[in-house]
């Protein structure tokens, strides 16, 4: 479960200082180094770019198509060569899905410490992304390679969606409830698996959420009343929903009780199992969270907890609820649960709040 392809090669995490989307960089530090960068003024053409975080740049083609562009890449989070290429794509091409797109190529980015894993591995690594595209329907179409000193793998993802279905994280409206894909827990099973506490069925459950596609995307946004979308990655349930509350300029309350969990996880967070990109996350937007005194030791934990490939966060209309439920069923997402609501903002109360 946790070997390469060669006994001699040491294991794929013992070669990164981080894994999957626990390698993001803080989001306090990436604002910061984000200040001043803006070139050129944004073309109208450009319907989302970097102003709310989105997941993916949009750029309208034509009446009928606009081109979604997105990258991801990252340090391997498993030890398997074809695991790791597996998560790595999904991981990209969940941000097409979560623009309510419909991906249409990708391109590899590759960098391999090509004097310490093999050949062999490396292609392992690379073979297991393209599995990835297959599945989704989409070519392998080029990419570009480096010798680097820790293993990277991603892809730039392409896709296309119709202007109307556009659906960003800053589009959630008061009175919305919101609606959580997949169960949390990939980052604290991550430093388990590091530290070698991660039992045979664990680590299959963490690779059957990380390598599952979210392909309810682009149904999710023909829904009538989906008025926003993201998906869960490097900063968390909380940082994510926090992203949505700031670009919405509206106020996000989650329910502790009805977020999915991954089978063992609270267990393995009290057993202090938790990455170091959770605490970076939680330094970074904490001030901004009311927790409940009545919350688990736990939760903050797994708030901030890193998910590599995790789920789709849809904003609704109530009446809209039943259809987003119903799809997220039709594409096999069984953990899918209604997780809080989206309430007007105000001046005396942090923009999310966890009861």
């Not at 750029?59 to 340090?75: G, I, K, P, S």
């Not at 997220?328 to 809080?340: I, K, T």
Request: hydrophobic share 45%; glycine share 12%; charged share 15%.
């Amino acid at each position: 479960m946790t070997q390469t392809s060669s006994t001699t090669e040491p294991r794929l995490t013992s070669l990164s200082h981080g894994g999957g989307c626990g390698c993001k960089i803080a989001p306090g530090v990436l604002s910061d180094i984000l200040k001043g960068t803006h070139g050129l003024p944004m073309p109208p053409e450009l319907m989302v770019g970097i102003e709310t975080s989105d997941d993916a740049a949009v750029y309208r083609l034509n009446d009928e198509q606009a081109l979604v562009a997105t990258t991801d890449f990252f340090m391997p989070i498993v030890d398997d060569p074809h695991d790791f290429g597996r998560i790595a794509a999904t991981n990209a091409i969940s941000d097409v899905y979560a623009m309510g797109g419909r991906p249409i190529m990708a391109l590899a980015l590759v960098g391999m410490p090509i004097s310490v894993l093999s050949t062999a591995t490396i292609g392992r690594i690379l073979d297991g992304g393209a599995s990835v595209c297959r599945q989704a329907g989409i070519p392998v179409a080029g990419g570009h390679t480096i010798d680097s000193v820790e293993p990277i793998y991603g892809l730039v993802a392409l896709g296309l969606v119709h202007p109307d279905r556009v659906r960003r994280n800053a589009d959630a409206r008061p009175g919305d409830v919101l609606v959580l894909g997949k169960a949390l827990g990939v980052g604290v099973m991550s430093a388990a698996l590091k530290k070698g506490h991660l039992d045979a069925p664990s680590y299959a459950r963490m690779i059957a959420t990380t390598t599952k596609l979210n392909t309810a995307g682009p149904d999710l946004a023909a829904i009538e009343g989906v008025h926003a979308l993201t998906d869960v990655t490097g900063f968390g349930l909380a940082g994510h929903a926090l992203e949505l509350a700031r670009g919405s300029h509206c106020q996000v309350r989650l329910d502790w009780a009805s977020v999915p969990l991954l089978e063992g996880v609270p267990g393995l967070a009290r057993e202090g199992f938790v990455t170091g990109a959770s605490g970076r996350n939680w330094a970074a937007y904490g001030p901004e969270v009311t927790l409940s005194s009545a919350l688990p030791a736990e939760a903050q934990a797994l708030l901030s907890d890193p998910q590599t490939s995790g789920g789709l966060l849809v904003s609704c209309a109530p009446e809209a609820l039943d259809a987003v439920l119903k799809t997220f069923a039709q594409h096999g997402f069984e953990a899918a649960a209604v997780v809080g609501e989206v309430m007007a903002s105000t001046s005396d109360v942090r923009p999310l709040v966890v009861a």
